[in-house]
């Protein structure tokens, strides 16, 4: 599941009881939008916290769910830096640690704090090759249009390789990362919030990576935390067990489930419907 981004402003004990609850309540993994500020679209000036530093702290009040963010921004950091700090929330969750990446979109934010905005995909690219191999324990020299690393290496050593998923639907992006990640993840509004619209995306690309859908879930009707994308329809909790059961015949190897409203009691109807599956 997907914890609270902008929904509503959620401090951190709020935070990490959502993180607590949701491993309790036997949820596989959690999650945590990498975003800096969202304005100019009707709902009023909000912003996250910071999701390296959430997902750091998170790993360590947790002891069994995977995390990691959803996605991390490439244009937000140097790709070097987001390696060295991957490796750390790794080691400190032991292993629990997934580094899901994205070019980013949100120019709003861009341009506030001052990140270039021009040649995303070909940004991301060179950040991936970077990230990759950090990653994958090589020492890197990388002289790109837009970065550059002269000898860099991940000391201490990471315990392990810190697995890759990559967040697109861009065919030239996913082109490049697919033979290099271990899942693949698509945003509900992607492809609709219905099997039918998985199937149809999750076709264009081949490849053994996992399959990973985001699922727009109303609980109780939901509360509008989560305003309409591009119109899709929510699936009502009470569905939410047959629901999945038709992503996994679609190809679906993981669902995100992002809910609304998100808050403790949210997770625990739902963990309710799932017990029943």
């Known amino acids: 599941m997907q914890l609270p981004e902008v929904e509503r402003e959620v401090r951190w004990p709020e935070m990490l009881a959502l993180a607590r609850r949701a491993e309790s309540s036997g949820f596989d993994s959690v999650w945590v939008g990498d975003h800096m500020l969202y304005r100019g679209d009707g709902r009023g000036e909000r912003g996250p916290w910071d999701a390296w530093m959430l997902l750091a702290a998170i790993a360590a009040s947790t002891a069994r769910v995977r995390l990691g963010p959803l996605v991390a921004s490439t244009a937000f950091h140097h790709p070097a830096l987001i390696a060295r700090m991957a490796a750390t929330v790794d080691e400190i969750s032991a292993g629990r640690f997934v580094l899901a990446l994205g070019a980013g979109w949100n120019e709003t934010e861009f341009h506030a704090f001052g990140l270039p905005f021009d040649r995303l995909v070909a940004r991301f690219l060179e950040a991936f090759e970077i990230i990759r191999r950090l990653v994958g324990g090589e020492r890197v020299t990388f002289e790109g249009d837009h970065y550059r690393t002269d000898d860099a290496v991940l000391l201490p050593p990471p315990a392990r390789r810190?697995?890759?998923?990559?967040?697109?639907?861009?065919?030239?992006?996913?082109?490049?990362?697919?033979?290099?990640?271990?899942?693949?993840?698509?945003?509900y509004s992607w492809y609709g919030n219905t099997a039918e619209g998985f199937a149809e995306l999750s076709g264009r690309f081949e490849g053994p990576f996992?399959?990973?859908?985001?699922?727009?879930?109303?609980?109780?009707?939901?509360?509008?935390?989560?305003?309409?994308?591009?119109?899709?329809?929510?699936?009502?909790?009470?569905r939410l067990g047959a629901h999945l059961g038709e992503l996994a015949d679609a190809g679906v190897d993981e669902a995100i489930l992002v809910l609304d409203p998100i808050d403790g009691q949210s997770i625990a109807s739902v963990a309710e419907i799932l017990e029943r599956r």
Do not use: K
């Open 162 to 187: 810190v697995p890759l998923m990559v967040g697109s639907q861009g065919p030239r992006l996913l082109r490049a990362t697919l033979p290099h990640v271990e899942a693949w993840n698509t945003w």
């Open 210 to 238: 996992r399959r990973s859908a985001c699922v727009l879930v109303a609980v109780d009707g939901g509360a509008g935390e989560r305003p309409p994308e591009d119109g899709v329809v929510a699936v009502e909790h009470t």
